[in-house]
């Protein structure tokens, strides 16, 4: 509780909801920059810090995680991070050598276990050691890829 009059706040901003989202767009902006600076410090391949750092987020930053993963979406609303979406696919489709919309669905497979992670991170429900969170995304990319990889032979 700041202690004081609501009113100032509202000689800056027409209404609640006018708050609400530039509230969300710091919040999204203070992700964006977590997410810049964990993947420049963390030695790993760029599609692996996405997820690292994604779960790092949600166990540093447990509250700002769930405001912006954990909430309900408006059907057909979009994200400021659906503009990142391409960019995480590229990432997929350059570690796994797939494009298009298999890149894309491989992303959305990784991107449901990674969230589930993060998700458990940000409500307490699990605590692990980053290696082992490490070791985890590791063997879960090796079998997803692995699947495609069989997939497409199957297809030869």
Known sequence: MLGCSTQPIFKHYPSMEALRRELLQEIWGEYHRFMEASAAASGESP?????????????????????????????????????????????????????????????????????????MFATGYLDLDRAVVSRILTDAFLGVKARWEEKANECH
Request: hydrophobic share 45%.
């Open 47 to 119: 599609y692996k810090a996405l997820g690292l750092g994604y779960i790092d987020f949600a166990r540093q930053e447990p509250r700002l995680f769930r405001l912006l993963f954990m909430r309900r979406r408006e059907a057909g609303a979009e994200g400021p991070e659906t503009a990142d979406w391409p960019v995480h696919t590229a990432r997929a489709g350059a570690s796994t050598g797939l494009s298009g919309p298999e890149a894309e669905l491989f992303h959305l497979e990784m991107w449901a276990f990674v969230h589930g992670i993060a998700v």
